[in-house]
């Protein structure tokens, strides 16, 4: 493991942006290309824009490190035209071989398989990762965190995300990673609606947050709070039974869920209209068509834009992919031809935010990087793709912010935890540890 790698593993470093997948690792990787994906595609969501502006140097200087792990010949920083200000705080730090992409404002720029043949012309095969065409990825936070664990031997401990949607004063913090969603919205002056419901992320990928007393981790990007009523709201806590029931009884057979799908515009066989035909009528069809459900991105693209008559392909697809997963499927596919209209029909997201009745909530989220420090904090053992770690401290033990408190599980894809406070070691599970400042009783 390169010395660059280590230091990522010993911060804890995992992707900022996504699932979470151990940064060590894929450093550890070689690839041709180091592309920091920038694109921020989700509507209210306003974390790695920002800091690309404050932390410009942080974000080159985390790129030059990784394109050295991986013997990079190439850096590429995608953003959207619109960030004005963080390309002009990027462009004349950026050394001969790095240069910047200009992605155009349209969902799902930031889905990295697109990202990368935006950015680099090179396509991901289904199933495949981005190292299979000699591409690594890392969103602006992670590089950040990455410039940080190098020089300043500083471990993940804080996590920037913004909150918006009907919130008094949406805005964008740095919390101590652990610190209750909760305490986190009263950062933004508190909800402003009669029955609030929480989502975590962006309006078109985000998940439902059943509670708001849970954590935030290393991979909360944002919080969005919207009315009981809004569309939003209403497709997340639609039961799963309805889902098929809508699909069995008012698909049109129109195929703009598949016309539309990012991944098979680009090439893959994903193919939702075929896969919901196959789920409502006893699999008919050939088996790969139901297990390139495997591959789907979960854009909600099918859902939220293409389908006129409310029907979920994803929800079908995310429960074919539970089922593949448990039975230890996997899917097995060519790259096929690039749809020739594939630019084309991606969505603008001036279109997007109106489709999704959000434009009332979309404002400014201004930086606000106030030191903040909770009473206490749960810090969940799985923040990431893989094993959870392992505790490697005692209920009552003292600790310090910064400190190991559990480790990658021995053989096994992880990340490190690190104390986000300092205080006593109040709990510890299968599930999570939990902190306390000492003067908490």
């Given at each position: 493991?390169?010395?660059?790698?280590?230091?990522?593993?010993?911060?804890?470093?995992?992707?900022?942006?996504?699932?979470?997948?151990?940064?060590?690792?894929?450093?550890?990787?070689?690839?041709?290309?180091?592309?920091?994906?920038?694109?921020?595609?989700?509507?209210?969501?306003?974390?790695?824009?920002?800091?690309?502006?404050?932390?410009?140097?942080?974000?080159?200087?985390?790129?030059?490190?990784?394109?050295?792990?991986?013997?990079?010949?190439?850096?590429?920083?995608?953003?959207?035209?619109?960030?004005?200000?963080?390309?002009?705080?990027?462009?004349?730090?950026?050394?001969?071989?790095?240069?910047?992409?200009?992605?155009?404002?349209?969902?799902?720029?930031?889905?990295?398989?697109?990202?990368?043949?935006?950015?680099?012309?090179?396509?991901?095969?289904?199933?495949?990762?981005?190292?299979?065409?000699?591409?690594?990825?890392?969103?602006?936070?992670?590089?950040?965190?990455?410039?940080?664990?190098?020089?300043?031997?500083?471990?993940?401990?804080?996590?920037?995300?913004?909150?918006?949607?009907?919130?008094?004063?949406?805005?964008?913090?740095?919390?101590?990673?652990?610190?209750?969603?909760?305490?986190?919205?009263?950062?933004?002056?508190?909800?402003?609606?009669?029955?609030?419901?929480?989502?975590?992320?962006?309006?078109?990928?985000?998940?439902?947050?059943?509670?708001?007393?849970?954590?935030?981790?290393?991979?909360?990007?944002?919080?969005?709070?919207?009315?009981?009523?809004?569309?939003?709201?209403?497709?997340?806590?639609?039961?799963?039974?309805?889902?098929?029931?809508?699909?069995?009884?008012?698909?049109?057979?129109?195929?703009?869920?598949?016309?539309?799908?990012?991944?098979?515009?680009?090439?893959?066989?994903?193919?939702?209209?075929?896969?919901?035909?196959?789920?409502?009528?006893?699999?008919?069809?050939?088996?790969?068509?139901?297990?390139?459900?495997?591959?789907?991105?979960?854009?909600?693209?099918?859902?939220?834009?293409?389908?006129?008559?409310?029907?979920?392909?994803?929800?079908?697809?995310?429960?074919?992919?539970?089922?593949?997963?448990?039975?230890?499927?996997?899917?097995?596919?060519?790259?096929?031809?690039?749809?020739?209209?594939?630019?084309?029909?991606?969505?603008?997201?001036?279109?997007?935010?109106?489709?999704?009745?959000?434009?009332?909530?979309?404002?400014?989220?201004?930086?606000d990087e106030t030191e903040y420090q909770p009473q206490r904090v749960v810090l969940p053992l799985r923040q990431h793709v893989g094993a959870p770690s392992v505790p490697v401290v005692e209920v009552g033990e003292r600790v310090r912010r910064g400190q190991p408190i559990a480790e990658i599980a021995p053989n096994a894809l992880g990340a490190r935890l690190h104390a986000s406070i300092s205080g006593r070691v109040e709990a510890v599970s299968s599930q999570s540890i939990t902190l306390v400042q000492e003067d908490t009783p």
């Amino acid at each position: 493991m390169n010395t660059i790698s280590t230091k990522a593993r010993e911060a804890g470093l995992v992707g900022a942006g996504g699932a979470g997948f151990p940064t060590h690792v894929k450093l550890s990787t070689p690839a041709e290309i180091f592309l920091v994906n920038g694109a921020e595609c989700e509507p209210l969501l306003k974390v790695d824009q920002q800091l690309a502006v404050k932390y410009a140097h942080l974000l080159v200087r985390g790129l030059a490190l990784a394109m050295q792990a991986v013997g990079a010949r190439e850096g590429i920083v995608a953003f959207k035209a619109k960030y004005q200000e963080a390309i002009a705080a990027v462009t004349p730090l950026l050394a001969p071989n790095m240069r910047i992409h200009i992605l155009q404002d349209v969902y799902p720029a930031g889905d990295e398989v697109i990202t990368i043949w935006m950015a680099t012309g090179r396509r991901v095969p289904p199933a495949g990762l981005p190292k299979d065409v000699g591409v690594a990825v890392n969103n602006v936070l992670t590089l950040i965190n990455l410039a940080r664990a190098v020089d300043e031997d500083a471990p993940v401990v804080d996590r920037t995300l913004t909150i918006s949607g009907a919130v008094a004063s949406p805005v964008t913090v740095t919390v101590p990673i652990g610190t209750s969603m909760r305490e986190v919205i009263a950062r933004a002056g508190g909800v402003t609606v009669a029955q609030p419901h929480f989502i975590n992320g962006g309006p078109m990928m985000g998940k439902l947050i059943e509670s708001i007393d849970q954590p935030v981790t290393k991979t909360t990007g944002g919080i969005i709070v919207l009315p009981e009523d809004h569309v939003l709201i209403r497709r997340h806590r639609q039961p799963m039974r309805d889902v098929m029931a809508i699909a069995r009884a008012v698909c049109e057979q129109c195929n703009l869920c598949t016309e539309l799908c990012p991944r098979h515009l680009v090439g893959h066989e994903l193919h939702p209209a075929l896969i919901v035909r196959s789920a409502n009528y006893r699999d008919i069809g050939k088996p790969s068509v139901l297990l390139s459900a495997l591959t789907c991105s979960e854009c909600a693209i099918c859902e939220q834009w293409a389908c006129p008559v409310g029907i979920s392909p994803m929800r079908i697809n995310i429960a074919l992919k539970n089922q593949f997963r448990e039975e230890g499927a996997r899917y097995v596919g060519e790259l096929r031809p690039l749809d020739p209209m594939a630019e084309h029909r991606l969505v603008p997201i001036s279109r997007l935010i109106a489709r999704l009745a959000v434009g009332a909530y979309n404002k400014k989220a201004p930086l606000d990087e106030t030191e903040y420090q909770p009473q206490r904090v749960v810090l969940p053992l799985r923040q990431h793709v893989g094993a959870p770690s392992v505790p490697v401290v005692e209920v009552g033990e003292r600790v310090r912010r910064g400190q190991p408190i559990a480790e990658i599980a021995p053989n096994a894809l992880g990340a490190r935890l690190h104390a986000s406070i300092s205080g006593r070691v109040e709990a510890v599970s299968s599930q999570s540890i939990t902190l306390v400042q000492e003067d908490t009783p």
